[in-house]
Antibody, heavy 119, light 107 residues
């Protein structure tokens, strides 16, 4: 059974960079059958798809965040990461990592990390 | 971006009732729709993909239908454990987008 475990700080100062990591167990991140994505959820915006990465390193980002987002993958550690730069209060949200099937359906999810942007 | 409008935003029903949740897309998206269930404090759970295919392990009382711009999630006989929020997602065009959600309460 594939499990995704998220890690990273829950408090980030405005203008700084949010960094989260998702460690995959019970399966290889090198699998060509899946995409690895990040999704966030906030009371104001609901669920928002941030982007995904493929094991090859190919990425696709939501254009609304593209200028500030980087998703990377470390196959040796079986993990992938999210960086969101220049954060503001509007980036306060519950952040999830997920394993998507080839159709983009998010089949497995991390536990979620509440990130608050505040000084 | 493709907009998804769910209705109703809230519904209250009794155990055993048949419940339907609607999702309308701002443009045609074939059957590239997924439905998720989310309980408080938990991550969303995939229920249905490709508009009507039940994810492994999901009870058969859940079903999905529709195509192009109109989609429906149906719970044939509502159970107490179905109290949750439900979201549709379109996967036809980037960026993938979600509906605003429907909260289902058990009376």
């Amino acid at each position: 059974q594939v499990q995704l475990q998220q890690s990273g700080p829950g408090l980030v100062k405005p203008s700084q960079t949010l960094s989260l990591t998702c460690t995959v167990s019970g399966g290889s991140i090198n699998s060509g059958d899946h995409y690895w994505s990040w999704i966030r959820q906030s009371p104001g915006k609901g669920l928002e798809w941030i982007g995904y990465i493929y094991y090859s390193g190919n990425t696709y980002y939501n254009p609304s965040l593209k200028s500030r987002v980087t998703i990377s993958i470390d196959t040796s550690q079986n993990q992938f990461s999210l960086k969101l730069s220049s954060v503001t209060a509007s980036d306060t949200a519950l952040y999830y990592c997920a394993r998507d099937d080839y159709g983009g359906n998010s089949v497995n999810w991390g536990q979620g990390t509440l990130v608050i942007v505040s000084s | 971006d493709i907009q998804l409008t769910q209705s109703p935003s809230f519904l209250s029903a009794s155990v055993g009732d048949r419940v339907t949740v609607s999702c309308r897309a701002s443009q045609a998206i074939s059957t590239y729709v997924a439905w998720y269930q989310q309980k408080p404090g938990r991550a969303p759970k995939l229920l249905i993909y490709s508009a009507s295919t039940l994810q492994t392990g999901v009870p058969s009382r859940f079903s999905g239908s529709g195509s192009e711009t109109e989609f429906t999630l149906t719970i044939s006989s509502l159970q107490p454990e179905d109290s949750a929020s439900y979201y549709c997602q379109q996967l036809n065009r980037y960026p993938f987008t979600f509906g605003g959600g429907t909260k289902v309460e058990i009376q």
